[in-house]
T-cell receptor, first 116, second 113 residues
Framework: NAGVTQTPKFQVLKTGQSMTLQCAQDMNHNSMYWYRQDPGMGLRLIYYSASEGTTDKGEVPNGYNVSRLNKREFSLRLESAAPSQTSVYFC???????????????FGEGSWLTVV | KNQVEQSPQSLIILEGKNCTLQCNYTVSPFSNLRWYKQDTGRGPVSLTIMTFSENTKSNGRYTATLDADTKQSSLHITASQLSDSASYICVVSVGRGANNLFFGTGTRLTVIP
């Protein structure tokens, strides 16, 4: 059982380049999320998808777009990368929306992105 | 303002010793509180989740406590092992929905032989 798988693990981009982070889960979860983690700050939600076919903005959506391709896959796209987007990105999934009692969120292993 | 604060920021202990990590929150309305363990270079992994009606929950050598009145939680690690070296993140949930998790910045625990 792979859980949540995200690619690539590491990426270096030049300012202005675009790229897509891929994420897939094999737990038949309805909800998927993209977070970023920066030094000295807690994880911050970029976008989420409560269920297949829906996406919504999180706390820090500017500069990003997402696609819920199907129930398994949720991608994050940087259209024009900026140095401020240098961060560690985590994809996550849960059976239901994160606030419901007893619901566990499962995280991927992270993608380290550097924009120079 | 909804906030989650953890202390200490970092902690070094000897293998075999116990330690307690603290989490204070001002989140409202409270739904549940989770503790995650994040190894260096890895994603967070859930340790415990507690609702307002639960005071204590254990997961092996990890015991989490919750005082919903004072809005405080602690994570106690017993007989620490080198593999306990990681960041421990407190996450508080507000009501329903996906955009309702508030993450602490974590406590970095280092266990030395």
């Amino acid at each position: 059982n792979a859980g949540v798988t995200q690619t690539p693990k590491f990426q270096v981009l030049k300012t202005g380049q675009s790229m897509t982070l891929q994420c897939a889960q094999d737990m038949n979860h309805n909800s998927m999320y993209w977070y970023r983690q920066d030094p000295g700050m807690g994880l911050r939600l970029i976008y989420y998808s409560a269920s297949e076919g829906t996406t919504d903005k999180g706390e820090v959506p500017n500069g990003y777009n997402v696609s819920r391709l199907n129930k398994r896959e949720f991608s994050l796209r940087l259209e024009s990368a900026a140095p401020s987007q240098t961060s560690v990105y985590f994809c996550a999934s849960s059976g239901q929306l994160s606030g419901l009692l007893g619901n566990t969120i499962y995280f991927g292993e992270g993608s380290w992105l550097t924009v120079v | 303002k909804n906030q989650v604060e953890q202390s200490p920021q970092s902690l070094i202990i000897l293998e075999g010793k116990n330690c307690t990590l603290q989490c204070n929150y001002t989140v409202s309305p409270f739904s549940n509180l989770r503790w995650y363990k994040q190894d260096t270079g890895r994603g967070p992994v859930s340790l415990t989740i507690m609702t307002f009606s639960e005071n204590t929950k254990s997961n092996g050598r990890y015991t989490a406590t919750l005082d919903a009145d004072t809005k405080q939680s602690s994570l106690h690690i017993t007989a620490s092992q080198l593999s306990d070296s990681a960041s421990y993140i407190c996450v508080v949930s507000v009501g329903r929905g996906a955009n309702n998790l508030f993450f602490g910045t974590g406590t970095r625990l280092t266990v030395i032989p």
